[in-house]
């Protein structure tokens, strides 16, 4: 028997469409913020503005990681404590570990 290792335990969750629109804009926010502080480094622009800028750039990703919690918790979460996989707390632990 032949197991394909790539999709072994590879753990899925479908999102709307709309969604996935939401998450993807504000991703692609941040990536021309990263795009524009390294722009900044490149012309030698002052330190404080280039941290503002970092700054701006770490606290829109949490944001977006906490509206990804908040999904994952309404969702995934829910799911498997309706089907009494209580492990599930640990790794939502985890998660909010990781994240902090």
Known sequence: MVINMENCCKKEKPRTKE?????????????????????????????????????????????????????HLKTCVVDNIKEDKLEIVDDVMEIIRRFN
Not at 35 to 61: F, H, P
């Open 19 to 71: 969604d996935k629109k939401r998450i993807i804009r504000r991703l692609n926010i941040v990536e021309g913020q990263i795009r524009g502080i390294i722009k900044m480094i490149e012309e030698d622009r002052y330190c404080d503005d280039v941290l503002t800028q970092i700054s701006a750039s770490n606290k829109s990703l949490k944001s977006i990681g906490n509206e990804l919690l908040n999904i």
